[in-house]
């Protein structure tokens, strides 16, 4: 019988006694799904998926998704390789920056999976921070600009408009598209979304992909984003995960921002990426 453990106040579980490598259906499907809308990052440990396994967990909650813009492995659309090799030193890292993946597209990523293989023995840590929490308790002058509004998404990292430094990048072993002015056209979501299964309401907004509030300029909407990012990137809105081989963890892309911390220059660190679909955000 599997047995759940919160890992902070606000958001995190770790499960305990359950086997991902086996078929998980019925009544242990409906656990993860559950335990994944209330805590929004779950964490197992000693895993050891192979890729099928981690392909057919990925389906427990929701069809595949394939990504645009990052090159999957060779021989399998599915599965994006995060790597950074020993002799990557210095630049940036896939994921350095507090964001929802790929929030400018019409449906974005409804969660994702990393499966860790190859982790320094310091550093390499993800942080996630729970964004129902901060719409919660957010100041009532700010929840007055973002409720009923939509916020608008851009492409920024893959297009032309806001290309980022170079130095500012991922390095090589993650491969990327750049310079497609596809990835520069405006896409609005809400700026305050409900999560289907707790009813419970989150921000969706991050410092990557948004640029503006609709309604309002980017200059316009500067101050005010930058307000609502220290508020929902606090400390106590969060937990920090310390890989180990073997380690996986699912989260919930909508309601939860994350951050790749990048603190291990000289050392291999190897995590294989699935991501699954779900409504758009609404």
């Not at 597209?105 to 942080?127: R, Y």
């Not at 963890?249 to 000289?266: C, E, K, M, P, S």
Request: proline letters at 7%; charged letters at 25%; aromatic letters at 8%.
């Amino acid at each position: 019988m599997p047995t759940l453990k919160k890992l902070t106040g606000f958001i995190g579980a770790e499960i305990e006694y359950l086997s991902l490598s086996e078929t998980i259906s019925g009544s242990g499907a409906e656990f993860l799904k559950r335990s994944l809308a209330e805590h929004q990052v779950l964490v197992l440990r000693d895993q050891y998926l192979t890729s099928p396994q981690q392909k057919a967990l990925t389906r427990v909650f929701g069809p595949a998704m394939q990504l645009p813009y990052v090159s999957p492995l060779e021989d399998d659309p599915e599965i994006i390789a995060v790597l950074k090799e020993a002799s990557e030193i210095g630049g940036g890292v896939f994921g350095g920056e507090w964001h929802a993946d790929f929030s400018f597209l019409e449906n974005p990523p409804a969660g994702s999976i990393l499966n860790a293989v190859e982790i320094p023995d310091v550093g390499g840590d993800t942080v996630w921070a729970s964004q129902t929490v901060a719409y919660r308790s957010l100041p009532a002058a700010l929840k007055s600009v973002v409720d009923g509004r939509n916020a608008v998404h851009v492409g920024k990292p893959y297009g032309v408009k806001h290309a980022p430094p170079s130095e500012t990048r991922a390095n090589a072993s993650i491969r990327m598209t750049r310079g497609d002015p596809e990835a520069d056209r405006e896409t609005f979501h809400p700026a305050v979304i409900t999560e289907p299964v707790t009813g419970a309401k989150a921000l969706f907004l991050n410092p990557i992909y948004t640029t503006r509030l609709d309604g309002m300029t980017e200059e316009e909407s500067l101050p005010v984003l930058q307000e609502i990012y220290r508020h929902c990137t606090r400390p106590d809105f969060s937990c920090r995960h310390k890989w180990r081989a073997g380690d996986v963890v699912i989260w919930d892309n909508r309601t939860t921002l994350h951050y790749a911390t990048n603190d291990y220059d000289g050392h291999r660190r190897l995590l294989y990426r699935t991501t699954f679909s779900g409504a758009a955000p609404r």
